[in-house]
Each structure stands twice: as C-alpha cells, then as structure tokens.
C-alpha cells in the first residue's frame, strides 16, 4: 500500500466512494459481488479498489470458497481517512 499524495476517502471519484460504500454496508464482498450491489462496470470496479487500496481503504484475503478471486472488506484506517458525507452539525 502506498500513500498517494495524502489523497483521502473524500478526494477519490465518486465510482470509488460508492464501491467503498457497498462495502461498508454489504462487505466483505469479492469484485464479482461489488459489480454485482453497486451495477459498476468490472472495469470501474476495479480501478476503484486499486484507489481504495492505494489510500488503505481497503483490504484484500483469500476467498476460501474460491481461491482464484479474493475477498475485500474496509478497514478501521479507512474510516479515520476522510468521509466522503460531511458531518451535520447541531
């Protein structure tokens, strides 16, 4: 993992923000799964995850049930990265 430009969460573009968004809400997820609950292209999918990965928003295991696809889920460094919803204030 390498640290873009102190690029965060709220910096990438909106495809990576809904594919981490589907992760928080359905994860862990493989790609499939994630093109499957966002209705992403494969293509943007992944170019998604690699955004995701590169800021650690993000992280990749094995999938057991098939080893040839791997299985992502976000992490705790993800979450203190930047929302991409701002906060509401009273």
């Known amino acids: 993992m390498t ?3 102190g690029e965060t969460l709220a910096d990438l573009p909106p495809s990576a923000k809904l594919v981490y968004k589907v992760l928080e809400h359905d994860g862990p997820l493989t790609q499939k799964g994630i093109v499957e609950e966002s209705m992403l292209s494969a ?4 170019y998604a995850l690699e955004r995701l990965d590169d800021i650690g928003a993000v ?4 999938y057991f049930a098939d080893a040839r ?3 992502y889920d976000v ?3 993800g979450d203190c990265e930047g929302d991409p919803e701002p906060a509401v204030s009273d």
């Open 3 to 5: 640290q873009t430009d």
């Open 43 to 46: 293509r943007t999918v992944r």
């Open 59 to 62: 992280e990749e295991d094995v």
């Open 69 to 71: 696809q791997n299985l």
């Open 75 to 77: 992490t705790d460094a």
